[in-house]
């Protein structure tokens, strides 16, 4: 089912998205990132009436952490699409050239570091922020101002905003780590991992004590300037005293660019800095403009990434983890091993098919990639190096937490526990219910809920909400004290204001994600109305199809279910629908619009939320399938192909109108 797997791929990747850019834990590694993505780009291309507003393909991933002022970026800090061949190399540049653009490009240097943006009135430095979600960042001054070469005063008295990368160097980071060995600490795994824990230090006696660095690369508002080469915003920045990358080259043709490349790759080890690839983009001003944007990428410009570091290692066990929903996961237990700057112990193994596929013996000798240089996957076995003593791969038949019985299910790969009891099973769900696109609840992270459950806090959901109860404890724990423990009370207290749509999708009901709990609650407005629904009801509402349906059905026939229902709605949980009611429109029901250029009375997502009010669908992207293509100043070439496809078209006036 294409729409379930689209959510299942939105789910995926923006577990990623969060896990890389706001705990710096990857969880995926970028090969398979790249790939759930590309599937997540097409399928929605394919099928654009399935497209969600929280889709990553709509926003730049990433995410605000609360121990640092929420800074708002007036132009979003959006991220690079990524190509890794020269083949797809050669497509980029032939997609420019259509649009009848004859590009020079501007290669550099993609730093494995954090991005920055450093804001400065009068030539003096007022504000520096992580790109965050591209929208809102964190507020760093503190601790990039301890940076030396980011000047706290400019050469000139402007007012500007410069954008580029905080990182360690190599050295820096062996020099950190001699003396963290002497005194018995816990080594710094890698550069980008270390400057990214650096400048979000509240103490930045830490941060000046690491020894960071910077490169700017980006003028968000060149033409501001005078400036319609990003070549000369380069230069300008630079004469303003900033430190830019001597080894950005200007090239004429993609040929010179494949040759950059390959020169770069080739010294990648001697560079005093870690780099995962080289960031290409059109250095005319003016073509980037006619070129313009998608959702989440600028058209003018790729990252290119270098091929993926391999190592071998000894496959020592393999072992089984239990998710939310009960899945079965086996994962490599690995002899450490650095790979990529980074030291290697574990690696998933996905499902039993897999493992058995790739003919995995416990005591192999395996070969592990970090593709892209973040997350280690097991490549292969090397039959050459077995030695008779290895061990078959048993799957197992109980869970590893409750011994319950697993199952796998007709037309399934994975494996699940069946025991809603199941010790992992209630963590897990405890984790998603907690968790940013459900309740919300800000200092009740994946560590602190597992610490919570197991010291006997927090058994089921209703529990969270009786942990005030428990406040003389909490404030004993490590990492804990009276201000951080009023902190999470407050929290806890506050998701109980949250809408319906939040607390549905925190019920962890199979099948029914973020996006369909807001269906379900637009259409219900309240749970009791939702949980005494029928399953005639129940499909006939839009995208509520009959594997949900019956989902629903039987969750709110579990009387476990209902009694811990009931215990939260004692406790206060909201259980009414509090956004916009979809008032049907015949202009715009069941029909799919595309945005393109600058709308003046709205933003993007206002706008899409008023197409959605009024019974609407917002697309990204520009099919045969799409109903009208609404246009602001300065369309892209969505406007072009609505053109070439002969779809409806209106202006912001029309729009307007309309509504």
Excluded at 171 to 177: P, S, T, V, Y
Excluded at 298 to 321: G, R, S
Excluded at 431 to 459: P, Q, T, V, Y
Aim: proline share 3%.
């Amino acid at each position: 089912m294409v729409e379930k797997r689209i959510d299942e791929l939105i789910k995926i990747i923006n577990e990623a998205d969060y896990n890389y850019h706001t705990l710096d834990n990857p969880t995926i590694t970028d090969q398979e990132y790249d790939k759930y993505l590309r599937e997540l780009f097409d399928l929605e291309e394919e099928h654009p009436e399935f497209v969600r507003a929280d889709s990553p393909t709509q926003h730049a991933g990433g995410e605000v952490i609360d121990e640092f002022k929420k800074v708002s970026h007036k132009i979003p800090m959006m991220s690079l699409s990524d190509v890794f061949s020269e083949d797809e190399l050669i497509t980029f540049d032939e997609r420019i050239k259509k649009e009848g653009i004859n590009p020079k490009y501007m290669c550099e240097l993609k730093i494995d570091g954090l991005s920055v943006s450093l804001l400065y009135e009068q030539g003096q430095l007022i504000r520096a922020a992580t790109r965050g979600d591209g929208t809102i960042g964190e507020d760093i001054t503190h601790n990039a101002k301890t940076i030396k070469s980011i000047p706290l005063k400019l050469k000139e008295k402007v007012d500007i905003e410069v954008r580029g990368e905080i990182f360690m160097s190599k050295k820096i980071l062996e020099e950190i780590n001699e003396k963290r060995k002497k005194a018995n600490q816990p080594l710094l795994q890698n550069c980008r991992n270390a400057a990214a824990g650096s400048v979000r230090q509240l103490d930045s006696k830490i941060a000046a004590e690491r020894k960071l660095d910077s490169f700017i690369y980006h003028l968000p508002n060149p033409e501001d300037f005078g400036i319609y080469k990003h070549s000369e915003a380069i230069e300008y920045m630079k004469r303003l005293g900033f430190k830019t990358n001597p080894n950005n080259k200007l090239v004429n043709n993609i040929e010179e660019v494949i040759e950059f490349i390959e020169e770069k790759g080739s010294i990648r080890k001697d560079i005093p800095y870690d780099i995962d690839g080289i960031v290409i983009k059109v250095n005319d001003i003016n073509d980037q403009k006619k070129l313009g944007y998608t959702a989440k990428y600028p058209k003018w410009a790729t990252a290119y990434k270098f091929p993926a570091e391999e190592v071998l290692t000894k496959l020592i066990d393999i072992i089984f983890t239990v998710g939310r929903t009960g899945q079965i996961t086996p994962n490599a237990v690995l002899e450490p091993v650095i790979v990529a700057g980074s030291t290697v112990k574990r690696a998933t193994l996905h499902n039993e098919d897999n493992v058995i596929a790739k003919d995995l013996k416990i005591g192999d000798i395996v070969s592990i990639r970090k593709a892209g240089d973040v997350i280690p996957e097991v490549i292969e076995r090397k039959l050459e190096r077995r030695t008779g003593l290895e061990k078959d791969f048993e799957m197992i038949q109980t869970c590893p937490m409750c011994n319950e019985p697993i199952i796998k299910k007709e037309g399934q790969v994975d494996y699940f526990c069946t025991n809603e009891n199941c010790p992992a099973r209630r963590i897990e769900g405890l984790i998603h219910f907690a968790s940013r696109d459900a309740m919300n609840i800000d200092g009740l992270g994946e560590r602190i809920i597992e610490d919570f459950f197991n010291f006997g806090f927090i058994k089921k959901i209703s529990d969270i909400y009786k942990l005030g109860q428990h406040r003389k404890d909490l404030i004993t724990l490590e990492g804990f004290g009276n201000k951080s423990v009023d902190n999470l009370l407050e929290a806890i207290e506050n998701s109980k204001q949250n809408s319906l749509e939040k607390f549905i999708f925190g019920l962890g009901i199979p099948h029914v994600g973020a996006k369909t709990s807001k269906i379900l609650a637009s259409y219900f407005k309240t749970l009791d109305k939702l949980i005494n629904a029928d399953l005639e009801e129940l499909v006939s509402i839009p995208d509520i199809g009959d594997i949900i349906a019956q989902s629903i059905i039987t969750f709110f026939a579990n009387s476990d279910n209902i009694e811990e229902i009931n215990r939260l709605i004692e406790f206060g949980i909201n259980t009414e629908y509090l956004g916009k009611d979809i008032e049907i429109n015949d202009n715009f029901k069941d029909k799919s619009f595309v945005l393109t250029g600058t709308l003046e009375n709205y933003s993007r997502d206002e706008a899409q939320e008023i197409i959605e009010s009024l019974g609407g669908k917002a697309v990204s992207s520009v099919s045969k399938k799409t109903s009208v293509v609404i246009v602001g100043k300065d369309p892209g070439s969505k406007y072009n192909k609505a053109l070439e496809l002969g779809i409806e078209i209106w202006n912001e006036a029309d729009f307007i109108n309309k509504i």
